[in-house]
């Protein structure tokens, strides 16, 4: 299992929900940590709860539907961290459940698309790249298992583009020291899952460190991980 103590990770969306539960795990395993939301303000409680690991902690924040801000975040990221060793893609925001399927307007389907799709893409791109020449970088781009429901497709749809990136560049990093996959949560009680999800919040871990810890031979990169299949 790979060590990440002393590795700096990017989390977005570390204020709450699953990308907290990620930063936590992270954090006791002795990475630092660049913690992302829209306002710096939303990582403090976070931030506090970390600092009795003793690992460097960083805010940053922005709003990923700002494509320039995003851009500005990756080279802000790259160089508070001087190089960053993990990128954890995981901010996103759902859409509006539709019963009737084919209302979702254009502008739905553009925000989920921006915050959840090229958000992520515009920080792999900048990203990665720098990792290849530094020869070391893992990357999860947080995705869904959702299926067979059309009533929230502005979000199942922005999801299934992030795992078409995936799949196609991740033949592209082989031999780069650079692994990306995707890691799926499973349907879990966040803002994002609501009050009816099947799972706490907390079952995310270990599976959210898997695609993390691959170490130099778990040559896995393209893979779709089920946080779920590693639930204790
Ligand atoms: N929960 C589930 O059942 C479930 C199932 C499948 C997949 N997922 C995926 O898991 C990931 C995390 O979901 P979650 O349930 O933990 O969500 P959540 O509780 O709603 O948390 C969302 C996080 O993303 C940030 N965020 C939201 N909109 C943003 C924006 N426009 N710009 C920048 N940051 C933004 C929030 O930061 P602020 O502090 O700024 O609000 C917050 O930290 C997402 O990719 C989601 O699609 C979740």
């Known amino acids: 299992m790979l060590d990440i103590k002393g590795k700096w990770a990017l989390i977005t969306g570390a204020s709450r929900g699953i990308g907290r539960q990620v930063a936590t795990a992270m954090a006791e395993k002795g990475c630092n940590l660049i913690l992302h939301s829209r306002k710096k303000a939303n990582t403090d409680a976070i931030k506090g709860e970390l600092s009795k690991f003793g690992v460097k ?5 922005a709003e990923l539907s700002d494509i320039k801000r995003v851009s ?15 990128l954890y893609n995981n901010a996103a925001i759902m859409t509006q459940y539709r019963t009737d399927i084919y209302s979702a307007p254009e502008n739905e389907y553009i925000q989920s698309f921006t915050v959840n799709t090229i958000a992520p893409i515009t920080l ?4 990665i790249p720098k990792m290849i020449t530094r020869g070391f970088g893992r990357v999860v781009n947080v995705t869904s298992g959702i299926k067979d429901e059309p009533q929230l497709m502005p979000y199942a749809a922005s999801k299934a583009a992030l795992d078409k990136y995936v799949y196609d560049m991740a033949p592209h990093l082989k031999n780069t020291g650079v ?39 778990d040559e896995t990169c393209g893979k779709f991980y089920h946080a779920q299949d590693y639930r204790v």
């Open 57 to 61: 902690l960083l805010q940053v924040e």
């Open 72 to 86: 500005q975040l990756a080279e802000e990221v790259e160089s508070l961290s001087g190089g960053l060793g993990i």
């Open 124 to 127: 792999c791109n900048a990203i």
């Open 179 to 217: 692994l990306m996959n995707l890691m799926d949560p499973g349907w879990l009680r966040t803002d994002l899952g609501g009050p009816n999800a099947p799972n706490p919040v907390e079952s995310v871990i270990p599976g959210a460190l898997v695609p993390v810890l691959l170490d130099v031979g």
